[in-house]
């Protein structure tokens, strides 16, 4: 078992709609980051959270430590947002980083 | 600034030839990554380094060297490819261990 799972794996949905992606993770974190990788491969870092929420935007991200979950939300998702959405906690124990193996997004116009 | 670069972007070698690929970065950041994406998996991290000089083991550090010898630069090194080495390799850095990474382009690697 991964610990850090991500559902739904691919997401469909037309332009608009309102998204949501889970990540949960089975390990102690104190932190946990939220990427994006394009359809041309670039990764880029969408937030990084330790409690709460936080948003940029349409996005939205939000954390709860004691459940170990984590949200991303899209509102008003355009096909541009079309992405793969990564999560990664980072371990309390080295610091490094486990990856999700992200959700593939696409959103229709 | 050009943030995270690597260097190649694409590579075809065949097995048991040797190779390295170069990440540099210009923000000043002390902590470097390199990974490895294969399909249907996550990132997974094969070393990294806290600061000039140093480096550490990651997930997946067999068939794999390193070296930090300026702040700026994270080589990665493959002494005898193998096909297992396909991938697609990524470079991040960090200012420290907790803060976003910046991620380089990526480099296609694939061994015949």
């Known amino acids: 078992k991964n610990e850090v799972e991500q559902s739904p794996q691919n997401l469909t949905a037309q332009e608009g709609e309102f998204i949501t992606i889970n990540c949960s993770y089975s390990?102690?974190?104190?932190?946990l980051h939220w990427l994006q990788q394009h359809p041309g491969g670039g990764i880029v870092s969408l937030f990084m959270?330790?409690?709460?929420?936080k948003k940029h935007g349409r996005l939205i991200a939000t954390i709860n430590i004691q459940e170990k979950h984590s949200s991303l939300h899209i509102t008003a998702s355009h096909p541009r947002d079309s992405a793969v959405y990564i999560c990664?906690?980072?371990?309390?124990?080295?610091?490094?980083?486990?990856w999700g193996a992200g959700t593939k997004l696409i959103i229709k116009p | 600034n050009a943030g995270v670069t690597q260097t190649p972007k694409f590579r075809v070698l065949k097995t048991g030839q040797s190779m390295t690929l170069l990440c540099a970065q210009d923000m000043n950041h002390e902590y470097m990554y390199w990974y490895r994406q294969d399909p249907g998996m996550g990132l997974r991290l094969i070393h990294y380094s806290v600061g000039e000089g140093t480096t550490a083991k990651g997930e997946v550090p067999d068939g794999y060297n390193v070296s930090r010898l300026k702040k700026q630069n994270f080589l990665l090194g493959l002494e005898s490819a193998a096909p297992s080495q396909t991938s697609v390799y990524f470079c991040a850095s960090s200012r420290y261990h907790r803060n976003e990474q910046f991620f380089g382009p990526g480099t296609r690697l694939t061994v015949l």
């Open positions: 959270l330790s409690s709460g929420k």
């Open positions: 390990v102690g974190i104190s932190a």
């Open positions: 990664a906690g980072c371990l309390d124990s080295n610091y490094q980083l486990i």
